[in-house]
């Protein structure tokens, strides 16, 4: 298969968490009205979804390590199609509790399994570049996602978002079924037994310079996902938006994600992966600093106010592609296991931050500002101790062979 044509299909597996997270935010007060809820309940919607996907990012790689990352793929679309038709006809609160869990429980098996087959068919600079380049075309996704569902909230209900997110899902299982190889042969693949896995679990968790690089990818996102968990706050009450102007927040979130990626594909061949890490994270800390000193001495509006969640997505996607594959390659020899760990870990945060972190700071753009800085210098504070332990560490033959 074409490097292009497989950066579109892993593009489009990894977006699809995305749309079913971003794809509803508009349709909240609406949600909470249809079932008589709260604002704080109606972001369980969001939490339960998280902590799902998080959950369920621990086995998708091993999975497809034993069984291949096709047909894993193909179950996790299935999986999802139901959760999303589910949801859009729920009959109460619990029960869309229930499908949104179902959707989180199988959203992520694309975005860690596609990293998987990156690297069983590329390595190094070739990696990386790919890696950026689906994280271009992922950043479509919450720049569209939140539009199309404010478009659909008006015009058909909160209902339709849902629909929509199963449409799309048919769509990704089709082009999967017809285009996406198995990257994984058959005689590489490891046998499926659940006491070595779970070892081969703890172990990687106790490698020091794995679980803190993974945590500094969690943190660099989370200062991002801050703002995503916060939106219906962040554009209805703060900035006082109707449903059909999210576009204001995520239309510059995306366009720095994508120009941040696309730099970082295009010095892959050029600068060490660990320079453009530097640079990203220098990037996130000055907006950080910058996202303070605005809302300290002024009001948030647009367009001033999204400025610097534009240029901190730009940051966090130049560094993140060589963040990525140097937390994967400290484990060559089982890339789907550390894939699953690296992104369980970025997903609990992400949930946390929505069901938790969230709801203190969404009435306030200066807390947000601070929250996105804390974020920021957890992620420094743990890439240079991961760093440090890597440099004295060695990262080979600490998985067992299963």
Same mark, same amino acid.
């Given at each position: /298969?074409?490097?292009?044509?497989?950066?579109?299909?892993?593009?489009?597996?990894?977006?699809?968490?995305?749309?079913?997270?971003?794809?509803?935010?508009?349709?909240?007060?609406?949600?909470?009205?249809?079932?008589?809820?709260?604002? &704080?309940?109606?972001?369980?919607?969001?939490? *339960?979804?998280?902590? #799902?996907?998080?959950?369920?990012?621990?086995? =998708?790689?091993?999975?497809?390590?034993?069984?291949?990352?096709? $047909?894993?793929?193909?179950?996790?679309?299935?999986?999802?199609?139901?959760?999303s038709i589910g949801a859009a006809f729920a009959p109460s609160f619990g029960w869309l509790l229930f499908f949104r869990g179902m959707q989180g429980a199988s959203a992520g098996a694309g975005r860690v399994i596609g990293q998987a087959i990156v690297r069983d068919t590329l390595s190094g600079a070739a990696a990386q570049k790919m890696l950026a380049n689906i994280m271009m075309v992922f950043g479509?996704?919450? #720049?569209?996602?939140?539009?199309?569902?404010?478009?659909?909230?008006?015009? !058909?209900?909160?209902?339709?978002?849902?629909?929509?997110?199963?449409?799309?899902?048919?769509?990704?299982?089709?082009?999967?079924?017809?285009?996406?190889?198995?990257?994984?042969?058959?005689?590489?693949?490891?046998?499926?037994?659940?006491?070595?896995?779970?070892?081969? =679990?703890?172990? #990687?968790?106790?490698?020091?310079?794995?679980?803190?690089?993974?945590?500094? *990818?969690?943190?660099?996102?989370?200062?991002?996902?801050? =703002?995503? #968990?916060? %939106?219906?706050?962040?554009?209805?009450?703060?900035?006082?938006? $109707?449903?059909?102007?999210?576009?204001?927040?995520?239309?510059?979130?995306?366009?720095?994600? &994508?120009?941040?990626?696309?730099?970082?594909?295009?010095?892959?061949?050029?600068?060490?992966?660990?320079?453009?890490?530097?640079?990203?994270?220098?990037? /996130?800390? %000055?907006?950080?600093?910058?996202?303070?000193? !605005?809302?300290?001495?002024?009001?948030?509006?647009?367009?001033?106010? *999204?400025?610097? &969640?534009?240029? =901190?997505?730009?940051?966090?996607?130049?560094?993140?592609?060589?963040?990525?594959?140097?937390?994967?390659?400290i484990f060559p020899q089982m890339r789907g296991l550390a894939a699953s760990l690296q992104n369980f870990v970025q997903m609990l945060v992400f949930a946390l931050v929505s069901g938790f972190v969230a709801p203190l700071l969404f009435d306030s753009a200066f807390k947000l500002a601070l929250g996105q800085a804390s974020a920021v210098a957890l992620a420094a504070v743990f890439w240079w101790l991961?760093?440090?332990?890597?440099?004295?560490?060695?990262?080979?033959?600490?998985?067992?062979?299963?």
């Amino acid at each position: /298969m074409k490097a292009r044509k497989l950066t579109l299909v892993l593009a489009g597996l990894a977006m699809l968490g995305p749309f079913a997270t971003d794809t509803f935010l508009p349709s909240f007060p609406a949600i909470g009205t249809h079932f008589d809820v709260s604002s &704080v309940l109606v972001q369980q919607t969001l939490s *339960v979804y998280l902590a #799902a996907y998080a959950f369920m990012t621990l086995f =998708y790689g091993t999975l497809s390590d034993s069984f291949g990352r096709r $047909p894993v793929i193909l179950a996790s679309l299935l999986i999802f199609a139901v959760g999303s038709i589910g949801a859009a006809f729920a009959p109460s609160f619990g029960w869309l509790l229930f499908f949104r869990g179902m959707q989180g429980a199988s959203a992520g098996a694309g975005r860690v399994i596609g990293q998987a087959i990156v690297r069983d068919t590329l390595s190094g600079a070739a990696a990386q570049k790919m890696l950026a380049n689906i994280m271009m075309v992922f950043g479509i996704a919450p #720049a569209i996602a939140p539009i199309i569902g404010g478009w659909l909230h008006v015009a !058909y209900g909160w209902q339709s978002t849902f629909v929509f997110t199963f449409s799309v899902t048919v769509l990704l299982a089709l082009a999967c079924l017809k285009g996406l190889p198995e990257s994984l042969a058959v005689e590489q693949r490891q046998p499926f037994h659940p006491g070595n896995i779970a070892r081969n =679990y703890w172990l #990687a968790l106790r490698h020091r310079a794995f679980l803190l690089r993974s945590l500094a *990818v969690a943190f660099a996102f989370g200062g991002f996902a801050l =703002y995503i #968990a916060s %939106a219906p706050h962040f554009i209805l009450e703060l900035l006082r938006l $109707p449903e059909t102007a999210f576009g204001w927040m995520f239309i510059p979130m995306v366009a720095g994600l &994508v120009l941040g990626s696309a730099l970082s594909g295009k010095l892959a061949h050029a600068v060490k992966s660990t320079v453009l890490v530097r640079w990203g994270l220098l990037a /996130m800390a %000055a907006t950080g600093a910058l996202n303070i000193a !605005y809302n300290h001495w002024f009001a948030a509006s647009i367009p001033f106010a *999204v400025v610097p &969640v534009m240029l =901190y997505a730009f940051g966090m996607s130049l560094a993140l592609p060589g963040m990525t594959m140097s937390t994967l390659d400290i484990f060559p020899q089982m890339r789907g296991l550390a894939a699953s760990l690296q992104n369980f870990v970025q997903m609990l945060v992400f949930a946390l931050v929505s069901g938790f972190v969230a709801p203190l700071l969404f009435d306030s753009a200066f807390k947000l500002a601070l929250g996105q800085a804390s974020a920021v210098a957890l992620a420094a504070v743990f890439w240079w101790l991961g760093s440090r332990q890597g440099a004295g560490q060695g990262v080979t033959g600490v998985i067992e062979t299963i």
